[in-house]
């Protein structure tokens, strides 16, 4: 169970209209609760040699024990440019920093890949989002089946957030929503056949402002039978990993067989969100503040 500090949303009615008034999530406290203990936290000090000097103070990369970029052109389909560049993605004043540029559509992906990998816990991670039409941040899971050789979906993919920016209400790819996805292969154990499944959740700011206008924790809680997925104290998405639709259960990829690694950065672009237009403001950023992981006490 998750305990979170008490806060109270005051919910006015007025002609049939709920404003949620007086959200603030600016104290918001994570607190994953007694069953858990913390297993890693990357709190983005300062590791190795100045790369750097942007905004006119030293940058410095993501900590190479725990994070390695992930380069090359529209990975995930998206149009961007992932580089390696300190210019895409830098360490300062304790948050990491990812820089989505307009020159070059380059942009940064990290992962923690052979770094940092668990099998079941808490995932969470306090980052303000970007925004804008075409801007497409991500932070989430992915299961690392390399020594069964299954790879994706078979290997399972936990999306703790998405934001597909923009202005496309009709469809809810705007800056207000975040959007939460696990994805698996029905077939459970194997690369053939492949049929991608997918459980996808979405949430709104309770006040309809951006979520780029708030620095929230993003999260997810992963146990041998459910996946949740939650924005602070918000929870918004919940599945049985034990008794999937339409598929094999248990579903291996969520059944503790191997570990997740976590992915973080900015697409660009891509059929989701569409391209960037003339009303994206560049450069984007997505500031993560904290990333940790609790698991369980084995005692
Ligand atoms: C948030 O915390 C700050 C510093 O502790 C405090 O000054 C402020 O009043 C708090 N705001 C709310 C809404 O509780
Ligand atoms: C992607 O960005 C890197 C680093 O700036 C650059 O060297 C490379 O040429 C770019 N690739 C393309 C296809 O533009
Ligand atoms: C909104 O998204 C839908 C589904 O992706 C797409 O068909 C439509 O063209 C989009 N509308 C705009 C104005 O981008
Ligand atoms: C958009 O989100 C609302 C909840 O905020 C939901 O009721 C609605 O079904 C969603 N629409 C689409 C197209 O997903
Ligand atoms: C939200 O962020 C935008 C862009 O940074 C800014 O212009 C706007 O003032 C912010 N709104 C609030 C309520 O903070
Ligand atoms: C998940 O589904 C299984 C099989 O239907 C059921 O036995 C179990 O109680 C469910 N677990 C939770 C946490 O709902
Ligand atoms: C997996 O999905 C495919 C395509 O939707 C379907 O034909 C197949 O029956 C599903 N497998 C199971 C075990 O439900
Ligand atoms: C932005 O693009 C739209 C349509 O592509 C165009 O009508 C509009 O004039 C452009 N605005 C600016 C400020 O360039």
């Known amino acids: 169970m998750l305990h979170f500090i008490v806060f109270f949303l005051f919910i006015v009615i007025f002609n049939n209209v709920?404003?949620?008034?007086?959200?603030?999530?600016?104290?918001?406290?994570?607190?994953?609760?007694?069953?858990y203990e913390l297993v890693f936290q990357d709190d983005f000090e300062n590791v190795g040699p100045v790369k750097a000097f942007i905004n006119g103070k030293p940058a410095y990369a993501p900590n190479p024990k725990n994070w390695a970029p992930i380069v090359g052109m529209h990975i995930d389909g998206g149009l961007q440019n992932f580089t390696n560049s300190i210019f895409n993605a830098y360490v300062q004043d304790g948050k990491f920093t990812l820089v989505a540029l307009k020159e070059g559509l380059t942009s940064g992906m990290y992962a923690s890949k052979n770094l940092q990998e668990f099998t079941f816990g808490i995932w969470a991670a306090k980052i303000q989002l970007p925004y804008g039409k075409g801007i497409w941040p991500a932070w989430w899971l992915l299961g690392n089946a390399d020594k069964y050789k299954l790879k994706w979906p078979t290997c399972g993919e936990n999306d703790i957030l998405e934001m597909v920016g923009g202005n496309n209400v009709s469809v809810n790819l705007t800056d207000q929503y975040a959007h939460g996805t696990v994805h698996w292969n029905n077939q459970s154990n194997t690369m053939k056949p492949v049929f991608n499944k997918q459980i996808h959740q979405q949430w709104k700011t309770p006040d309809d402002s951006m979520l780029h206008n708030h620095s929230l924790v993003y999260w997810t809680e992963w146990t041998p039978e459910q996946i949740t997925i939650g924005v602070n104290e918000f929870i918004y998405s919940r599945i049985n990993t034990t008794n999937l639709p339409e598929s094999i259960n248990p579903v291996w990829a969520f059944s503790g067989k191997w570990p997740f690694y976590m992915i973080i950065n900015i697409g660009i672009g891509g059929e989701w969100p569409g391209p960037p237009d003339n009303t994206t403001v560049w450069p984007q950023l997505m500031v993560t503040d904290w990333i940790r992981v609790y698991q369980k006490k084995t005692e």
């Open 18 to 35: 709920y404003f949620v008034v007086g959200w603030d999530p600016s104290n918001f406290t994570f607190n994953p609760g007694q069953d």
